[in-house]
């Protein structure tokens, strides 16, 4: 069975055609150009679905998927003013794709996509029950709870970046101060890590990035920590701890105990990885201690595609 | 229909002959005297459940639901290692006392029967989906998700209680410093209050509770918050705050947005629920204000009694 999973985001849409067995057949992605508006985005959405479905060879895609930034309607038809997209307000996505495309469509939030996607072809795939965290220049987060989505009382489930680990620890672009993505998004780690080499003039990450600390990826702070980068290795640390504190709320709230953890910052991996494990075990209940597990999840950004496939793919009640 | 519900305590066992409409028909406590041991105490709940059954006129009680410290095995009928109870390992609770009593038998941990008996008979009533926080000596939590219980993977979820909101914050009785019971369990808030008005010596709660501090309940705290005394309003304040913080993470996990609070210091009402809910507003993303509430659940402690009659009184697949 195939189906066409989209990743729409405020500079590319990405599309590939998804076998249920098989994967990703092929893949692509085009410029959203969402300066254009809304119109001109909705139809470059459907160039991307008749890319994806242009990919088949005898058989007919069932119909696609979107994984979208903004709110989206319980039903997963409308999304409401996602951030980076002007001119936007609430549209149904699902019927204007189906209006330019004829295919059926359905809507999630992309982190949700995310996490349905390891779910069924990633990391996920063993456990009926886990926690995705998408670590990238936020954090985002979703819930697969007994093989579906938690998605609570409104779809809004799972902001896990806006959970607090500090009440008056830093700021970040949100109202939840001292929230985990105040920490480990990608643009604070960089801060935070060029706030650390200022005092270490003659670390050569310093020389590199002082005067562009955004520039900063955590791929570059993973290399030299893996070179011996004493400051590399401290800043990778203590955001792995600050993510272990975070994990013990998710924990203490859901009693799910597999995390699987993706995105850019997630390519930092050991470094990170065994500092959170660390300061979770040293805060978490005894009792929640069996069957705890931080995960990498490796199919890098194709879990959001397969994930979005998934909504075309399969029935999900929920 | 009627059903028997039993409160398992260290100190006390609390007995009711529950109606399914009528709520509470007649209720009692026995003392527990747990000391005894395991089988002492086993003969003591069958007591009770004997005395409830004795109260019921024509009908027959369909079953027992009890209410226990202790983990909880999935299938209701097995209490692990309830803390105060010595003697106990693991225990089949259902089994012990069919075989005293004859009667059918569930158990469950006592917050979650809180958040049954109040999503059947108190301020739960109205909410499809709520949280609730017992605050106590302790801080209980459970969750109600589509008027069931939330129990995660293995029937811990919900320890909301050991939910951080400052990961450098006071330690309290668990690995999980800055919980939010560290800051508003009724041990360490009594403990905060005495340190503060250690600079106040002619207050008149300092005098009365400077070497007892334990002593101090939170309804002298709301007495004396209700006579202006400024430094019992600044406590209560102070931990209300605190609980908004917590609050914010509920909600950013879960997207349940109702919040009905029980519990002996959840009577200091206003003085805390107030800046509780000040304090979540300022840390909610703003999708999230929509629908918040935080409601007083004024059964107290009968909530308890009647989610363990309610194990018995209703088919509960979860």
Chains 1, 2 share one sequence.
Request: charged letters at 25%; glycine letters at 12%; aromatic letters at 8%.
């Amino acid at each position: 069975m195939l189906g066409i999973g989209i990743d729409l985001g405020g500079t590319n849409i990405k599309g590939a055609l998804v076998d249920d067995k098989k994967g990703i057949i092929e893949k692509f992605s085009i410029l959203t150009e969402a300066d254009n508006g809304c119109d001109y985005v909705l139809d470059r959405i459907s160039v991307a679905v008749m890319r994806a479905a242009g990919f088949a060879d005898n058989e007919k895609p069932i119909g696609v998927g979107i994984g979208s930034p903004g709110i989206i309607s319980w039903d997963r038809t409308t999304v409401s003013t996602p951030p980076n997209f002007p001119g936007w307000d609430v549209v149904d996505l699902s019927k204007e794709v189906k209006k330019r495309t004829g295919f059926d469509c359905r809507v999630e939030n992309d982190a949700n996509c995310a996490a349905l996607g390891s779910s069924r072809f990633g990391a996920g795939k063993d456990f009926k029950s886990f926690v995705m965290l998408t670590l990238g220049t936020g954090v985002g987060g979703a819930i697969i709870y007994n093989n579906k989505l938690f998605r609570g009382d409104t779809g809004g489930a799972a902001e896990l970046g806006h959970v607090i680990i500090n009440y008056h620890g830093p700021e970040s672009n949100s109202p939840s101060r001292g929230g985990i993505e105040a920490y480990i998004g990608q643009r604070f780690l960089s801060r935070y890590a060029v706030d650390i080499l200022r005092r270490h003039p003659n670390n050569p990450l310093y020389k590199k990035f002082k005067s562009e600390p955004e520039k900063m990826e955590p791929l570059d702070l993973f290399n030299a920590a893996e070179n011996g980068n004493e400051v590399a290795i401290q800043v990778l640390e203590s955001a792995g701890e600050k993510l272990g504190y975070a994990i013990v709320n998710y924990i203490h709230v859901l009693d799910i105990r597999k995390i699987v953890v993706g995105g850019g910052v997630s390519n930092a991996g050991h470094w990170i990885f065994e500092p959170a494990r660390k300061a979770a075990l040293s805060r978490l209940l005894e009792p929640f201690h069996d069957g705890f597990e931080i995960v990498h999840e490796p199919l890098g950004n194709d879990v959001g595609l397969l994930g979005a496939a998934s909504l075309a793919l399969e029935v999900i009640n929920d």
